[in-house]
């Protein structure tokens, strides 16, 4: 197997627990942004055992706080890529925790919506 997550060298670890680690993305898309990755080899969110469902979530609690004291971010997303159709690139369970800034972008309307960017900017009827 060929898997780069599965490579990872202990000194690249920011954070971990029992089931998963945490690293900076090699190809961050802001400052501190992060990956929490299985340490067990498996392809995607829906292929994992519920205790490391569990330990993602933990984990990400605990690099919030990480990222809050270090970078003090305005605001979080949190994504997961399942399939290649939904841009997964590594075929090995990771969640991104993204930090986000104020003015990173100039309208950031629609958050995660924007994997599909014509659907991301829309406008609710109040």
Not at 13 to 32: F, H, M, R, W
């Given at each position: ?12 670890i ?58 003090k ?9 399942c ?44």
């Amino acid at each position: 197997m060929d898997c780069p997550f599965c490579k990872i060298k202990k000194n690249k670890i920011i954070i971990e627990n029992e089931l998963s680690i945490a690293v900076y993305d090699k190809y961050p898309v802001n400052k501190g942004h992060i990956l929490i990755i299985t340490k067990r080899h498996v392809i995607d969110y829906f292929d994992a055992l519920e205790e490391e469902k569990k330990s993602l979530l933990k984990l990400m609690e605990k690099c919030r706080s990480f990222l809050d004291r270090e970078y003090k971010p305005d605001g979080y997303n949190i994504g997961l890529n399942c399939g290649r159709a939904a841009g997964q690139t590594i075929m090995h369970l990771h969640l991104h925790l993204i930090p986000r800034y104020k003015n990173d972008i100039d309208d950031p309307t629609g958050g995660v919506r924007g994997v599909i960017p014509k659907k991301r900017i829309y406008r609710t009827e109040r």
